[in-house]
């Protein structure tokens, strides 16, 4: 039986997808792929790339955080924050990267004591990640013909 | 009696005002329908979160030694109080049924209550009233997202961990129904585990069943914050829907009460103007006659 998957935020549903061969999630003790029939599970997760795949297709997601159980068969993940690959704001991931980069430097430079630099450079890595996501996206669907 | 022109003058200013309440009900019933959406959406997350959390709290939580401070009830008298409420009025009967919840709540309070305000018309009232505002988030918008709870739950959470507070209670207008907001206040912490119901017969088993990365503490040590966000998320939601419906009531009933006021007026003008059309009538019939004599 293949899998049922449920990713969801605080703020919507995100997808619900049924008929899953696989998922390919950011575990916290590292990439985690996810078959049919795998055992009760509950786990945190890092930021990081989660592919769906179904039917020979694969569909990317990005994933700030949060948690994920399994349960015959049935995948909840609880996002922080999450969208589809073809979802992300690639002109805002930009302006949240460079706003990180300076206050990361502002930081660097002593100039600015009241910066937390631990949430921005969190705030760069998942700019640098819906970046990187959104890039192999493009190159997938525009590089060479879909097979 | 008010002269003709008065009442014209009166008519008209009732019309004004009934143009202004029936839009400003308009605008409320499709921003409402958006803010209602949000509460509903948001749903699927906390269920999830309540259940997992539930289980979880059972299984691994004893209650003699517990296992997150979050968890942990201390018995200090510190008392914080995050009073969420609308930033406009024109809301009918919402925002002074908050504040004389909360206000209850402050003054029969055996500890001292500091307050964290989210929203102007809790602000204001406590800040009237003399009670200690501790901090103030304000103008979160019609549709306030989650970016914008996290540092609300993060203040909370740390100033518990600190020592600020010992306990700390949420206060919102609980979404019933378009026409019924009721005022609630809730413990937010230390943690009360949710009881999961439907799940009862399976808890002593939820932590044997699961394989937990990296441990079933650190999972829950994480869990446990974003719960908190969570149902601070969700007041402020329920917050949002409850004042565009209180707001789209009370106009409606404004604009019916305005069109109500332009009727009886109207009548009362057209009566006056009859008369004086008549008296006018009998001075020039009189004036005619008074000539022929």
């Keep these: ?147 | 009696m008010a002269t003709i022109r008065q009442l014209r003058r009166r008519i008209q200013s009732v019309k004004n005002t009934a143009k202004i309440t029936n839009a400003l009900q308009l605008v409320a019933a499709s921003k409402m329908r958006r803010a209602q959406d949000r509460a509903l959406q948001a749903r699927p997350y906390s269920e999830k979160l309540r259940a997992v959390i539930g289980g979880l709290a059972a299984a691994t939580v004893d209650p003699e030694k517990p296992a997150h401070p979050l968890l942990t009830v201390r018995e200090g008298n510190n008392v914080g109080l995050l009073h969420i409420t609308p930033d406009r009025g024109l809301c009918g009967g919402l925002n002074s049924n908050l504040n004389r919840s909360a206000g209850t709540f402050v003054a029969t309070s055996r500890n001292p209550v500091d307050v964290i305000a989210v929203g102007k018309k809790g602000r204001d009232f406590f800040v009237r009233s003399r009670v200690n505002v501790v901090a103030e988030f304000t103008d979160l918008g019609d549709y306030p997202g989650a970016a914008q709870v996290a540092p609300i739950a993060r203040l909370v959470i740390d100033d518990y961990l600190a020592g600020v507070f010992d306990r700390v209670y949420i206060s919102y207008p609980e979404f019933v129904s378009t026409a019924t907001q009721r005022p609630v206040i809730r413990q937010l912490l230390p943690i009360e585990p949710p009881t999961s119901e439907d799940e009862s017969q399976g808890e002593s088993t939820f932590a044997q069943d699961y394989i937990f990365e990296p441990s079933p503490e650190e999972v829950l040590a994480q869990l446990l914050p974003r719960y908190v966000e969570m149902q601070i998320y969700e007041a402020v939601l329920q917050n949002a829907a409850s004042f565009q419906s209180a707001q789209m009531v009370a106009m409606k009933n404004a604009t019916d009460n305005a069109n109500e006021i332009t009727r009886e007026l109207t009548l009362t003008y057209n009566k006056a103007r009859q008369e004086q059309i008549t008296k006018e009538l009998l001075d020039i019939v009189g004036g005619a006659a008074a000539l022929e004599g």
Aim: no cysteine.
């Design chain 1, 1 to 147: 039986m293949p899998l049922t998957v449920e990713l969801i935020t605080a703020e919507r549903v995100v997808r619900v997808e049924q008929g899953v061969d696989a998922l390919i999630v950011p575990g916290a003790e590292g990439q985690l792929a996810i078959y049919p029939k795998h055992a009760a599970l509950m786990t945190t997760l890092e930021p990081g790339e989660m592919v769906i795949r179904r039917a020979g297709q694969e569909e990317a997601f990005v994933v700030t955080g949060g948690f994920l159980e399994v349960r015959n068969d049935h995948v909840t993940i609880l996002a922080d924050a999450s969208e589809a690959a073809e979802e992300i704001d690639i002109a805002r991931a930009e302006e949240a990267r460079r706003r990180a980069e300076e206050r990361i430097r502002r930081f660097r430079e002593q100039a600015d004591r009241d910066v937390d630099l631990a949430r921005a450079q969190a705030a760069l890595q998942r700019a640098l990640l819906r970046l990187r996501v959104a890039e192999q996206r493009r190159r997938r669907t525009t590089g060479r013909p879909q097979v």
